[in-house]
């Protein structure tokens, strides 16, 4: 084959495994083998139809057109060299294939690719004699594969410095080996960096350099500065990529260019981290408490928006001994800690004297122009007719990858020389408004403001709309806007499309339950420049109320469907928005609309208490009231409602009363026996919480009355639970299985998945309270399941820990210290202390009944501490007759040394000990 492929290219990487030592043993015979090797690779190749293009050392890399030719000569090239007559065994060479497919196109006898990154990845992960290939070539070749060729799904697996996981398969033939070791990559390590969608192009000396900086002992925080639009964020990203395994514990990204309030940076960094507020402790100590004993990696970025909320970082920093920071910002954190990396724009040519082709086309500015390009318009590149206007277009923008990324976007109607003079005649006239900027934010702004001129109409009525959305927004929110009167007609599906091919605004990641709507925004420098444009065209009061008047729609609905089975759905739709929603209620509330709030805030209170953020639910609800007067007793009602539960959430008893009883007072004013129910039922949960069951029976029993004379059977369903809750707080542990059967009836009915699992879970325990262990499994296994759907942590850990007492009962220990150690796990997850220490008492239990008396008893005087030093009550009356006992027989185990074993466990952390429960599970469920 005499041409390079073109289009989707598959591509076949080999080198020897351990190589050096060959070199070092016998150079003489290493140059004979590595020579022959690479001449019956190549015949293979060859005899395929494909090109062998570069041969690094004894490392090849070859390209075909179709992935059926790549497969067959790949397998060909192994046969070939077990069947070669090597001089002898032990120089035979062993030599590991990999194969992927992408999107490529040839340059100067070359290729870059995407692709090519991940491929030399999975190559590094494949041992001697093994072929493996990704699940793109296996896709491509699985209808034509060479005879007796099978494809053995080895699994996901996540490649070194990639986040993405490959799904690897191995090709297996008779006449080859097929039995090899697990794969060389790393371990799946938690994360949150998102994957872009355009491949990360060269600073491969600044990501080395930030890498050895953020790595170096005493180092703590790396602060990557810059202009907006130079390329930090993707940057940070890189390097956090890359060092991940460097971090046990994961890295986490928390993202601040949609926040504006400095007082919500420890709730954004929760929510990275998956932390839920907890009663009776702020949200900095939850942090810190966490953070304390891991080694993980913190990415704030776009810290300049909230440069005050810095001394979060420094607390964390001195709580946390294994906590890294790396932040990118416009300016630097003002931190003793801090260490700051100046983040420059890409390397550009002198067009005055351009270089030969071939050494232009390595100029990052370069590659990431023509790349961009190319994206927009297949078989651009970078020619001697054009390379002059190319290289004038990236001096022009002075390296900014954004500027770059705006003006490559143009060639899909422009060629570069008339680019690059349009270019010329528009930037040095854009400096009204940006004199006082420095130079190279003038020229990115002149950028935006040159891509800006050349939309049409309602293209720019669209973008500078869009400016009132801080965190994204799907087509319907697009079309809420477009839909604002302005005298001319925007379609708001097109005029997007428009500004999506134009790169002024981007697609987003989304969850896996909105892969079907998918978001979109604006990067912050070019959401500046819209906002300005906002401003001036005096659109301003009429957009924002539709942005105001599309999340109280959203809200309205919401709060419908979270009562259904599409609650997964909606709670990611809201937290999608939930930016939006925060600074919808504030610019609300600044100008005292409590009218509006009272429409917004109480219909979000459901979502802030799933999704944990009762702090931040009580702060909005208590101004909405404030600015609410007397007005509008319905809404006041329910943002009472609202904030009785939420302050129970927070352990605040005597405030959850108060505001209950005023939902109630209200609701009784205006005769809406659906609200008075719920405030009754509200009051029941108090009267739980002060141990008045019996008052706590009889407020349930009014407002299940009431909810069933309204036909109402969620409020029905709800108050079954709390009948059955009290009833089996009780020990009446029949008319509680009725109760909470009552309860699951209603919730399957509906289709609610929170409050079935949650009533499944209740259900189970009071089966199992009852004795009829074999349905308390069932129960508690459909709930397990529909946790693990919603992806409640907490829930999963109440389940493991009564499936743990399950084994126990069963008199399987060793079951029991594995689904104790599963809720350990859970409860640490979302940082809820109480349910640590309970699963160290009972991991500790186990370990006595195992005969693993030192473990049990670190672990009970690790417990015994934490309950002291956090002020949790004590275990519940049955609990702890069952855990002095267990105590009890450790110390008689343990003999004199008892004592000493457990002040030494008392010495330790929450964390510390969970460290220590670890291992000591693994040798239990081993036992």
Known sequence: MSHFPVGTVTFLFTDIEKSTQGWERDPAAARVVVERHLALIGESVARHDGVHFKTVGDATQSAFATAPHGVAAALDAQRALRDEDWPRAEVRPRVRMALHAGTAEPRDGDYLAACLNRLARLLDSAHGEQILLSSTVAGLAREDLPEAVTLQALGEFRLRDILQPEEVFQLCHPALRGEFPPLNTPGSLPHNLPTHPTPFLGREREVDEIGALLLQPGVRLVTLTGPGGVGKTRLGLRVAAEALESFPDGAFMVDLARQTDPGLVPSATATALGLREQPGETLTRSLAGYLRERRLLLLFDNFEHVLSAATLIADLLAEATGLQVLATSRARLGLQAEHEYRVEPLPIPDPETLPPLAELARYDAIEL???????????????????????????????????IELAAARVKLLSPAALRDRLDRRLPTLTGGARDLPARQQTLRNTIAWSHDLLDAPEKILFRRLSVFVGGWSLEGAEALAAVDAGVAVDGLQALAGLVD??????????????????????????????????????????????????????????????????????????????????????????????????????????????GYPGEARSWLE??????????????????????????????????????????????????????????????????????????????????????????????????????????????????????????????????????????????????????????????????????????????AVTAIERGHLARQANEPALAAERYVTALRHFMDVGASLGEVESLEWLAATAADLGEAQGALRLFGAAAAARRALSLPPPAASDADVLEAKLAHAVRTAGPAAPEITAAGGALSLEAAAAEAFPLGQTLTAS
């Open 502 to 611: 134009q790169s002024l605004v981007d697609e987003r990641p989304t969850s896996e339950a909105l892969s079907a709507e998918p978001r979109y925004g604006l990067l912050e420098t070019i959401r500046d420049f819209a906002t300005e444009q906002l401003v001036a065209s005096g659109e301003m009061i009429p957009v924002e109320r539709a942005f105001e008047a599309f999340l109280i729609a959203r809200a309205e609905a919401a709060e419908e469907g979270l009562k259904g089975p599409e609650q997964p759905l909606w709670l990611e739709r809201l937290a999608a928005d939930h930016d939006n929603l925060r600074v919808a209620l504030g610019r609300i509330l600044e100008r005292d609309d409590g009218a509006t709030a009272l429409r917004l805030a109480p219909r979000l209170c459901r979502f802030w208490r799933l999704r």
């Open 623 to 796: 101004r909405t009231l404030a600015a609410a007067g007397a007005t509008d007793l319905t809404g006041r009602a329910a943002a009472e409602y609202g904030l009785g539960h939420v302050s129970l959430e927070l352990a605040d008893i005597a405030a959850a009363e108060r505001h209950f009883a005023v939902s109630r007072d209200l609701s009784e004013q205006i005769a809406d026996q659906g609200a008075i129910a719920a405030a009754l039922g509200g009051l029941a949960l108090v009267a739980v919480n002060r141990y008045a069951y019996d008052e706590s029976r009889e407020l349930s029993a009014r407002a299940l009355r009431l909810f069933q004379e309204s036909g109402d059977l969620y409020g029905a369903a709800v108050s079954h639970y709390y009948l059955g809750m009290v009833a089996r707080e009780q020990g009446d542990l029949a008319p509680a299985r009725e109760h909470y059967a009552e309860s699951l009836a209603l919730w399957r009915e509906r289709g609610e998945p929170g409050w079935t699992a949650a009533t499944l879970q209740a259900l189970g325990i009071t089966l199992r309270m009852a004795g009829d262990d074999r349905e308390a499994a069932a129960l508690l296994e459909e709930s397990q399941v529909l946790d693990e759907q919603l992806g409640d942590h907490y829930g999963l």
């Open 369 to 403: 122009f023509t790349t961009r390009a190319r994206a927009l318009r297949p078989g651009f590149a970078v020619t001697a007719e054009n390379a002059a206007a190319v290289a004038e277009i990236v001096c022009r923008v002075d390296g900014l990858p954004l500027a």
